[in-house]
């Protein structure tokens, strides 16, 4: 079974930083990518930055530039460090982990990230 702990959430104001972390079990089978996903009130969720086994990375247009995704596989957890905030940077923050034989998605239980303008 897939867990997944996310922590680093948030009140920060326009301008700061802050770094997510989520740990998740070890040695998932088929582990295929991590990523991040963000919720925002009477919005879609929607995909912030993903990292692959391989090391690819790819981000949502709006935090290129300031969000950057690593992980460390030692320590079986992805990271999201958010510089530069803006108040539209603000929502629930999702972790996920694609594995398995046949892929599927597996969520975190979201952190709070509010920036104040």
């Known amino acids: 079974q897939v867990q997944l702990v996310e922590s680093g959430g948030g009140l920060v104001q326009a301008g700061g930083s802050l770094r997510l972390s989520c740990a998740h079990s070890?040695?998932?089978?088929?582990?295929?990518?991590m990523g991040w996903y963000r919720q925002a009130p009477g919005k879609q969720r929607e995909l912030v930055a993903r990292?692959?086994?391989?090391?690819?990375?790819n981000y949502a247009d709006s935090v290129k530039g300031r969000f950057t995704i690593s992980r460390d596989g030692a320590k079986n957890t992805v990271y999201l460090q958010m510089n530069s905030l803006k108040p539209e940077d603000t929502a629930v923050y999702y972790c996920?982990?694609?594995?398995?034989?046949?892929?599927?998605?597996?969520w975190g239980q979201g952190t709070q990230v509010t920036v104040s303008s």
């Open positions: 070890p040695s998932i089978f088929g582990l295929n990518a």
């Open positions: 990292i692959t086994t391989s090391g690819t990375t």
């Open positions: 996920n982990i694609v594995a398995g034989f046949y892929p599927q998605d597996y």
